[in-house]
C-alpha cells in the first residue's frame, strides 16, 4: 500500500476498511471462545461451527453500524474462482476484505493446506488478509505435528488456546492464525 513511502488518502481508506473488518472477526472468535467455555455452544461439525460464526458476524456488523447490505458470506465462490471459502467479510470489487478457512476435528496436512491455500489467494490479489480458525480434541497433539514458524508465521501471527467447557465436560484445542 505504499508508493514512494507515502500512502494516498485511498489507500488509508482501505487499510482501515480492512482493519475494521477483521476487528470484526476477531470479536467474533473471542466470543465463540467465550461461549464454548461457557458450554452455551458447542458445535458438532464445522457446518454449525460455520453458521455461528456468521451469525455472531451479522450481530456485530449491526451494532457497529457498518453499511446495509452487509458485506458478509459463506461458501463464497468468487473467491478462489470456484473453490468455496468459508467465511468472508467486506468486499472489494471482486476481491474480499477478509476471508476465513475453518476446521472442525481436522487432520496437521488439512490446516496446513487451508493455510498455503490462504496465502496463495493473497498472493493473486483475490483478498486482503486472511485466518485460519480450528477447533479439535483438546489430547490430540496438534502443536507437535504442526510447525507453524516453518510456515513461515512469527508467534504473533497465531494463537493456540486451551477450552475446558465445564458445563458440557468437553475439553477443547483452538487455533486461530492471521495470514496477511
Wanted: proline fraction near 3%; aromatic fraction near 14%.
Amino acid at each position: 500500500m505504499r508508493n514512494n513511502g507515502t500512502t494516498t488518502p485511498e489507500q488509508q481508506k482501505l487499510a482501515k476498511e480492512i482493519e475494521n473488518y477483521a476487528s470484526v472477526f476477531d470479536s467474533a472468535w473471542n466470543r465463540f471462545l467465550e461461549e464454548l467455555r461457557k458450554g452455551k455452544t458447542i458445535p458438532t461439525n464445522e457446518a454449525e461451527m460455520r453458521s455461528y460464526l456468521f451469525a455472531q458476524c451479522l450481530v456485530l456488523l449491526k451494532r457497529r453500524m457498518f453499511s446495509v447490505p452487509y458485506e458478509i458470506g459463506v461458501e463464497d465462490i468468487e473467491v478462489y474462482g470456484g473453490e468455496r471459502a468459508d467465511l468472508t467479510l467486506g468486499f472489494l470489487g471482486e476481491q474480499r476484505c477478509v476471508t476465513i478457512e475453518m476446521k472442525y476435528f481436522p487432520k496437521p496436512e488439512s490446516i496446513r493446506d487451508d493455510i498455503v491455500k490462504l496465502r496463495k489467494f493473497i498472493e493473486k490479489d483475490r483478498f486482503a488478509v486472511g485466518y485460519f480458525v480450528m477447533i479439535g480434541r483438546k489430547e490430540y497433539p496438534y502443536k507437535d505435528n504442526l510447525d507453524l514458524t516453518q510456515l513461515g508465521f512469527k508467534e504473533k501471527d497465531y494463537r493456540w488456546d486451551e477450552v475446558d467447557s465445564s458445563f458440557a465436560n468437553k475439553k477443547f484445542q483452538t487455533l486461530i492464525v492471521f495470514v496477511s
